[in-house]
């Protein structure tokens, strides 16, 4: 089973940026597409963004795309999200979890999650 800790949260203010991490540990992360998720305050996880086993496609939410990339190394079993732009709306838990691609989207593939990063994007 793959474990993730993801890493890069903080406080930011609006228009700014931060750069999310995802270590994985267990089996390769490069055997699996992997995606970002997004829990706000009060509210349930939306998709953000996934990238393939290959980071030769990515998929992103309306919301963010053109704000914020995926990407991979799987040298290093990394995923980082890349977060420009930032709005108040994107304040709250970011998780990491290994994905079934579902174009444009993506879905968890199991029901595992680690801990989370807080963004906290001040206005």
């Known amino acids: 089973q793959v474990q993730v800790v993801e890493s890069g949260g903080g406080l930011v203010q609006a228009g700014g940026s931060l750069r999310l991490s995802c270590v994985a540990s267990?089996?390769?992360?490069?055997?699996?597409?992997m995606g970002w998720f997004h829990q706000a305050p009060g509210k349930e996880r939306d998709f953000v963004a996934a990238?393939?086993?290959?980071?030769?496609?990515?998929y992103y939410a309306d919301s963010v795309k053109g704000r914020f990339t995926i990407s991979r190394d799987n040298a290093k079993n990394t995923v980082s999200l890349q977060m420009t732009s930032l709005k108040p709306e994107d304040t709250g838990l970011y998780y990491c979890?290994?994905?079934?691609?579902?174009?444009?989207?993506?879905?968890?593939?199991?029901?595992?999650w680690g801990k989370g990063t807080l963004v906290t994007v001040s206005s």
């Open positions: 979890t290994r994905v079934r691609l579902v174009p444009p989207k993506a879905v968890p593939l199991a029901n595992a």
């Open positions: 267990g089996r390769p992360s490069s055997s699996y597409a």
């Open positions: 990238i393939s086993s290959s980071g030769g496609s990515t």
